[in-house]
């Protein structure tokens, strides 16, 4: 448990975009990658491996105008102890599994960082995905409240759907605005966000419960196998995908959305 602190302490702390990606890519051997990159985004794919492969993807910005400095761990929740500063999980946390993944299991994902999402996506926005398009199966984004939603942002099919539902202790959610659903958009490849353990976002009472960090990494050890044998186009889900005024509060944490 004093690991896992002590090492999202660190990226609670950072003060920028490039400051999380030092974090991120600080026990890696960047030679075995493909970097792109500009001010808004970096991107790592790696060099030796059978393609298509999921994209893993994280934004390094927070909301919260000020960086955490008292940050405690009490009944396995992480908080700030100045309760006027937000802990900054969202988005944070994501960036944190990012490197975790890049550790664990570095020729399995395609790792991607964004900046200056929670002011639109904007940093997803600049990158012209038809770059990398082939060498995509899915997007997977870790950036969702809580600890069981697999969400969905009208960028799914049938198939992906029944493989979500069949994962066991996660459910089917729907989300408003992702760096992911940018990327699906453009790509035309289906995407899905990760609870990863954040709670009231966007406020000054914003928390970490650990174990849903540890949880989330699970999962993406165990994600299925058939995310590596094919891509997942998306299709029109009008059926299933529902605009509701509610799901924008939940998203932003009560305080309705900013563009």
Not at 20 to 37: A, F, H
Not at 148 to 175: K, Q
Not at 231 to 249: C, G, N
Request: glycine share 6%; proline share 3%; charged share 30%.
């Amino acid at each position: 448990m004093q690991t896992i602190t002590k090492q999202l302490t660190r990226f609670y702390r950072a003060l920028n975009h490039q400051q999380v990606i030092d974090l991120i890519e600080e026990n890696i051997d960047l030679k075995n990658y493909e970097v792109l990159q500009d001010k808004y985004y970096r991107i790592l794919i790696p060099k030796e491996t059978k393609y298509p492969i999921p994209l893993l993807t994280a934004h390094s910005d927070t909301v919260h105008e000020h960086i955490p400095q008292k940050i405690e761990l009490c009944k396995g929740k992480l908080i700030c102890g100045d309760k006027r500063i937000g802990l900054g999980g969202d988005d944070r946390n994501g960036c944190y599994l990012l490197s975790r993944m890049l550790q664990k299991r570095p020729k399995d994902f395609i790792f991607a960082l964004f900046d200056l999402e929670e002011g639109g996506c904007a940093g997803s926005m600049s990158f012209d995905t038809s770059l990398i398009e082939d060498k995509i199966s899915l997007i997977i984004g870790l950036d969702r409240h809580g600890n069981r939603d697999l969400a969905l942002y009208g960028f799914e099919s049938d198939e992906l759907i029944t493989i979500l539902e069949s994962i066991e202790d996660y459910n089917i959610a729907f989300g408003t605005m992702t760096d992911a659903a940018i990327l699906a958009e453009r790509s035309g490849i289906c995407c899905f966000n990760i609870s990863v353990g954040f709670y009231r976002q966007h406020t000054a009472a914003e928390y970490t419960r650990v174990e849903d960090i540890l949880k989330a990494e699970r999962l993406l050890l165990d994600l299925p196998a058939i995310f590596w044998q094919k891509q997942f186009p998306a299709e029109i889900m009008e059926d299933i995908y529902r605009f509701d005024e509610s799901l924008l509060l939940e998203e932003w944490g009560g305080r309705g959305w900013r563009p």
